[in-house]
């Protein structure tokens, strides 16, 4: 089955915002002169450590991924030493920040930070014009200090068609009150930003923080993170090289499961796995375990229909080579009979052969089994789960 490329349309199916990962962020950057560290992306220990040795310790570790936050999320670390980066490497590869898996990390020189500054350049909803947010309270969220320090923060609509320059951007920045030798920097930065944002037709060209270091580095400021989103619609206007976009969708089948609103894991094995709550799936994947190994976990989340549970079985499905499908869903107010309808439509659509088992309890539960037996799915009305398991193990003949 194909998956759809690309990412999806927003509520409105006007703009499809792009984000690009903040290493691909800061390669720009530096390519219109914008002051950035020294750096390497990695996606093994062993290319952490190579470029590590290159830029010389200490050294930060951050973890690529497409969210904001990673910091407090624990994305962010400090190696001193290589047996520390080495550890810290190890660790941060393997796991998830925010819920995405990390793949790759950018090592890079440790900034020794004074101040940490704001400047963002986003599309007003309401004007349709670039407004330009500047702020002295940095590396923080920023509508967080629109709220409780509104006096540092201060913005300005620009008109595209006129452009964003100098003058204008010493005129904003005036209000912050920034020494002079400062105020010069953050200007020609700002500037330099803003034609980031109007040559890539950016939605979003964001430094957070910009910061301001304690010893001279290009005359003070370093631009430690990059958050640029582009519009899809407009990429084939853009006349300068763009990262590799579709490099950044990590797995089709997780993307698939983030588009239609559960939680889906791609794993090794070979039994596909739909449940509708996430104890209920890691109990499913825990038990059946022991013996067989889950293709996947996936957790509806409540909110079930008839079309989620459809979209459910053709996600699961999407693995070739699976042996069986296990549900457990449970109807709290859960309509599961709708669930077991979408189940059903899919199976008879596509003809599935595969043996199903299904375990549902709760709300419509009769109207539920009824369902799914019409279907020829195997229906477990005990409790249990090992009892669906139990007749998992019948079905793919593992006793
Ligand atoms: P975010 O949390 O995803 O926005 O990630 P950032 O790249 O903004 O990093 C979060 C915070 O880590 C920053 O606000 C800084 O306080 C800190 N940080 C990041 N890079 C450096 C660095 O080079 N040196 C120091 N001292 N702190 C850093
Ligand atoms: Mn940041």
Redesign the pocket.
């Known amino acids: 089955m194909e998956v759809p490329p690309g990412p999806r349309k927003n509520a409105r199916g006007l703009k499809s915002p792009m984000r690009l990962y903040?290493y691909e962020g800061l390669d720009i950057f530096e390519g219109f002169g914008i002051p950035v560290?020294r750096r390497g992306v990695a996606d093994s220990t062993e290319d952490a450590l190579l470029i590590a040795g290159e830029i010389g310790y200490p050294v930060?570790l951050?973890a690529q991924v497409l969210v904001?936050?990673?910091?407090?999320a624990g994305?962010?670390k400090?190696a001193e030493t290589p047996e520390e980066l080495e550890e810290l490497s190890a660790s941060l590869l393997n796991s998830e920040i925010k819920g995405l898996p990390v793949h790759k990390l950018m090592v890079?020189?440790?900034?020794?930070?004074l101040n940490?500054l704001y400047m963002g350049i986003t599309v007003d909803g309401f004007s349709g014009k670039p407004v330009v947010v500047v702020s002295t309270e940095g590396?923080v969220n920023i509508e967080e200090t629109a709220r409780t320090s509104p006096d540092k923060i201060t913005s300005f609509y620009c008109d595209p068609a006129f452009g964003f320059f100098p003058y204008q951007a010493r005129m904003l920045l005036r209000r912050l009150g920034l020494s002079e030798r400062l105020l010069t920097l953050f200007a020609d930065v700002l500037v330099r930003l803003y034609r980031v944002f109007a040559q890539f037709e950016a939605l979003i060209a964001e430094i957070?923080?910009l910061v301001v270091l304690k010893t001279g580095y290009q005359g003070g400021l370093l631009a430690?993170?990059s958050v640029i989103e582009v519009d899809n619609s407009a990429l084939s206007r853009i006349k300068r090289p763009m990262p590799e976009l579709t490099e950044r969708i990590e797995n089709p089948l997780e993307r698939k499961g983030r588009e239609i609103g559960v939680t889906y894991v791609d794993l090794g094995g070979d039994i596909g796995i739909i449940s509708s709550g996430a104890g209920l799936g890691m109990a499913t994947m825990d038990i059946i375990g022991e013996r067989l190994k889950p293709a996947n976990f996936l957790e509806t989340g409540g909110g079930i229909t008839e079309e989620l549970l459809y979209k459910c079985m053709e996600l699961v499905m999407m693995k070739s080579d699976l042996r069986a499908i296990i549900i457990n869903i449970y109807g709290g107010i859960n309509p599961i009979h709708e669930g077991a309808r979408g189940v059903v439509r899919y199976i008879k659509e596509h003809k599935v052969k595969l043996p199903i088992v299904a375990k549902a309890l709760g709300n419509h539960q009769e109207e539920t089994w009824e369902i799914f037996r019409d279907g020829g799915v195997h229906v477990i009305t005990e409790a249990p789960t090992e009892k669906a398991v139990e007749r998992l193990y019948e079905l793919v003949g593992e006793e």
């Not at 904001?68 to 407090?72: F, P």
């Not at 890079?108 to 930070?113: F, L, S, T």
């Open positions: 903040e560290p930060v951050k904001g936050g990673r910091g407090l994305g962010v400090t890079c020189e440790k900034a020794d930070i940490e590396g957070n923080p430690v993170d």
